[in-house]
């Protein structure tokens, strides 16, 4: 079954696309895989978003996001921020998030 994507989803999405990265939305997926899929300079980076707007309780991983990251053998981060992937994927950017 789908899952619904968090509230910030869209401005990270956005924010990695104007910073230069192919950015694929996994969100459809469903099954723990997570939400999205990140390409720069040659590099893939898989992240999960997790809404920071959210209670703590809100943001943990799901029994199936669990399961998934416990079971792949690759890269996967978990995310709240725009700020966060551009750090992760080596941008350095003017842009600032709303959370900072």
Known sequence: MP???DGNHKEIVKSLREAGASVQSLADLGSGV???LVGL???NYIFEIKDWR???SKRKLTPD???WHQLWSGQVNV?????E?????GLTTD???SQG
Not at 85 to 89: E, N, Q, T, V, Y
């Open 95 to 97: 842009f600032k998030d």
């Open 65 to 67: 996001e669990k399961k």
């Open 54 to 56: 959210q209670p703590p």
């Open 79 to 83: 995310i709240e921020t725009a700020a």
């Open 41 to 43: 300079r040659g590099r």
């Open 3 to 5: 899952k619904r994507i």
């Open 85 to 89: 992937a551009l750090k992760i994927i």
């Open 34 to 36: 997570p939400d999205i």
